[in-house]
């Protein structure tokens, strides 16, 4: 089996080489092709995937290319977790939307747009180059925001699935917390991408019995701790969200502690560069304990669990995945992308049915699916009105005023990615 990596340069990447190398009888890899335009950081990243795999006794080979063309040549499956304009462009994307009072986020908000903009283009290409040489190849998008990226791939035709490491986070949380194995519980989690919420927390599969009312009795101060909310709105709500559901419940909040702080790209930057200087190490041969912190905790693991699904007989029956909404959410348009349970195997992903969503939560869900259909037409199109357009209909946006200047700020911090601008 051969698996490519678009963005393998990425600091990242040892975290997925080590779940490979761990995980290897659930996802038998024989070639693992990184793929990057960074020579230097694809060599001290390949260096280091060599020395992971011959220190776990991992038969595969572990080859790097900057060509995507011949990274992507035969792949069974292509994982992409790009990032358009590095670390630099994330920099802007948290920060210039403080200027207008907004929440600055690298996935949501007026950022989450910039980054959609650059990125939908240049994973789009990546596509097409798949698609001709291995149409039956599945993409495995990580890429952020992933949600509007999975929309696009599928709105293009390309046989694509979108992966986000929210929901198994919270798996192994949860399960650390009532000690039990991860593998018993099953999630009701149900949204969009970055803007979900766990219904209930199941024992044994769909129809299990439901752990989260208990859960919330016993660990709920630590739970809320974890999402810097008040441990009262997950007792009024009965149901733990998203952290990222704090830029919306706590707007205000965030944007003035955000402006005390360096931004977090600014943190991630520094980290970057010293886990890079680790990974030069001819001596080190494991994913080094710094790179927790980077972010992306058991990404390797819902990577694998996934591809193994999608391309043989293993992985779990069920999982986390973003993919079409063909009525699963009824308030929302069969080609919404959504991020909910679903049966996975040769033939994709087939989402779960669950009870109707409250108003609660299905008010903002359809709001922000509008959101992101907006935002993939600017993406696919360009023009400032449907970037204004798409801006003006984000809830973390939402007026007109803010939304022009946050239109003037994302264009020129951005024009050297957007070719229309």
């Given at each position: 089996m051969?698996?490519?990596v678009v963005g393998g340069g990425s600091t990242y990447t040892p975290e997925l080489i080590d779940g490979f190398a761990r995980l290897r009888d659930t996802l038998p890899v024989s070639e693992l092709v990184l793929v990057d335009p960074d020579a230097e950081r694809l060599a001290l990243v390949g260096g280091l995937a060599r020395r992971i795999f011959a220190r776990q006794g991992h038969p595969?080979?572990?080859?790097?290319?900057?060509?995507?063309?011949?990274g992507v040549a035969d792949a069974d499956a292509v994982l992409l977790q790009l990032r358009v304009g590095g670390q630099a462009a994330r920099q802007q994307d948290e920060t210039w939307p403080l200027e207008c009072?907004?929440?600055?986020?690298?996935?949501?908000?007026?950022?989450?747009?910039?980054?959609?903009?650059?990125?939908?283009?240049?994973?789009?290409?990546?596509?097409?180059?798949?698609?001709?040489?291995?149409?039956?190849?599945w993409i495995i998008d990580f890429t952020n925001p992933v949600g509007i990226v999975t929309r696009a791939l599928l709105q293009a035709g390309h046989k694509a699935i979108g992966l986000c490491n929210v929901a198994i986070g919270l798996q192994r949380k949860f399960a650390r917390l009532l000690g039990v194995s991860p593998a018993e519980l099953h999630l009701d989690h149900v949204g969009l991408n970055h803007l979900t919420w766990e219904r209930g927390v199941r024992r044994g599969g769909p129809e299990g019995e439901d752990l989260l009312p208990g859960l919330l009795a016993a660990h709920g101060e630590a739970i809320a701790a974890d999402l810097r909310l008040p441990r009262a709105v997950l007792d009024r709500l009965g149901v733990v969200p998203s952290y990222y559901l704090?830029?919306?419940?706590a707007h205000d909040e965030v944007v003035r502690e955000l402006g005390t702080k360096p931004s977090r790209a600014a943190e991630v930057a520094a980290m970057e560069r010293?886990?890079?200087?680790?990974?030069?190490?001819?001596?080190?041969?494991?994913?080094p304990e710094l790179l927790a912190k980077r972010g992306g905790a058991f990404y390797s693991e819902a990577a694998v669990d996934l591809a193994a699904a999608l391309l043989g007989d293993g992985g779990s029956p069920v999982q986390v995945v973003?993919?079409?909404?063909?009525?699963?959410?009824?308030?929302?348009?069969?080609?919404?992308?959504?991020?909910?349970?679903?049966?996975v195997g040769r033939d994709g992903p087939v989402p779960l049915a669950g009870p109707a969503l409250d108003p609660l939560?299905?008010?903002?869900?359809?709001?922000?699916s509008a959101y992101e259909d907006l935002a993939l037409d600017a993406a696919l199109r360009g023009g400032r009105d449907r970037v204004f357009r798409a801006l003006l209909a984000h809830p973390l946006v939402g007026q007109y005023d803010r939304a022009?200047?946050?239109?003037?700020?994302?264009?020129?911090?951005n024009k050297e990615h957007l070719a229309w601008a």
């Open positions: 051969k698996l490519a595969g080979t572990v080859t790097t290319t900057s060509d995507p063309d011949a009072g907004c929440v600055g986020q690298e996935t949501t908000g007026a950022g989450g747009l910039a980054k959609a903009l650059r990125t939908v283009p240049v994973v789009l290409d990546i596509a097409e180059r798949v698609r001709r040489a291995n149409p039956d190849a704090r830029y919306f419940y010293q886990l890079l200087e680790m990974y030069g190490d001819p001596a080190l041969d494991e994913k973003n993919t079409l909404n063909r009525g699963t959410l009824p308030f929302l348009a069969d080609d919404a992308v959504i991020e909910v349970q679903a049966r939560y299905a008010g903002l869900v359809a709001q922000v022009e200047g946050l239109t003037d700020r994302l264009l020129a911090h």
